[in-house]
């Protein structure tokens, strides 16, 4: 984004359901990082060990990070269940759900992850969308609160989490985020989607090319996602990635489970992301809230066959996001 280079004041912060509190003011005179985010974007999880350092680092000295969590998904816009990202992550700072995105037009955002910094006057003065750039925001994070009075030595910057971090990585181009629902899906069927109705998939003899994935048995279609309807409906998809990602929902009260194997295979030890178990030679991923469930992590980045196969109806899949390696 261009540098803010207009004296321009802060909007001020929506009513919301503060889902972690103090409640914050952007009036209250001091330094403020305003981090619009989302439970399930994988762009944003990988923003939050810098947002946890920085409160860590420079609350003390009087900066406020408020993390503005504006829903993606209807099953996103539930308290209890930001509630539950909130603690999972282990988020120190306020949170406020923002389910009608009256703050993001306030804003006038349109990314997941986007940062604000605000001055102790109350003026915009930084922001950056999407992942990167940490160097450069806590180097502004520095000089505001410098110019808010504080002179005591700051810190060195942080040291990148990961080599994807550092500035001047080439990354290898991953596939793009695939939704599954009919509103943005990419759905290669014969049947193609069917709003609001129960269809049932035939297997295709080849896969979808990457960007687009294919179904078998019976699911239903909503907008947002697909529901798997009957023990044994699948998905499956080719993709360029290191790191592979999907946003499930399990049936209401309970712990789901989807089989999950790569290249016809189990998922291999060393590529299993973090919510895989291995059970009699088969690999399985369990999720018990509707969250980003870490299907593949790899330090290989390559192409990717994957056959997932849903142990019980009524589980909900909305979107699969891939990640790449750096040099």
């Keep these: 984004m261009p540098p803010i280079t207009v004296p321009l004041r802060a909007p001020g912060l929506a009513p919301g359901v503060w889902v972690q509190g103090p409640q914050v003011s952007l009036k209250s005179g001091a330094v403020t990082l305003v981090d619009f985010w989302e439970s399930t974007c994988v762009n944003c999880l990988r923003t939050l060990p810098y947002l946890r350092a920085w409160h860590e680092r420079y609350s003390p000295r009087g900066l406020v990070i408020v993390g503005v969590h504006t829903p993606e998904f209807e099953v996103t816009a539930d308290p209890a269940v930001v509630a539950a990202a909130v603690a999972a992550e282990a988020i120190p700072y306020p949170v406020l759900l923002d389910a009608g995105r009256a703050t993001w037009q306030l804003f006038a955002n349109k990314y997941w992850p986007a940062k604000y910094l605000i001055d102790a006057r109350g003026y915009l003065r930084y922001e950056h969308a999407g992942e990167g750039a940490y160097g450069e925001t806590e180097e502004w994070i520095q000089r505001l609160l410098r110019e808010a009075g504080d002179t005591a030595p700051m810190p060195a910057l942080l040291e990148p989490v990961r080599e994807v971090d550092r500035p001047g990585a080439v990354c290898q181009p991953a596939t793009r985020e695939a939704h599954l629902g009919w509103h943005r899906g990419r759905l290669l069927a014969a049947e193609g989607y069917r709003p609001g109705e129960e269809v049932r ?127």
């Design 201 to 327: 998939h035939a297997a295709r003899e080849e896969p979808a090319p990457p960007g687009l994935f294919t179904a078998r048995g019976l699911w239903l279609h909503e907008a947002e996602y697909l529901e798997a309807r009957e023990p044994g409906a699948g998905l499956e998809l080719v993709c360029d990635a290191a790191e592979v990602n999907l946003v499930l929902a399990p049936p209401v009260g309970e712990t789901a489970e989807l089989e999950i194997e790569a290249g016809g295979a189990p998922v291999a030890v060393e590529e299993r992301g973090a919510d895989l178990v291995a059970r009699d030679g088969r690999t399985f991923a369990v999720w018990d809230r509707p969250r980003m469930v870490r299907l593949v992590d790899s330090p290989d980045f390559r192409r990717r066959h994957l056959r997932l196969r849903f142990l019980r109806p009524g589980a909900r899949a909305y979107a699969f996001s891939f990640g790449t390696v750096c040099t």
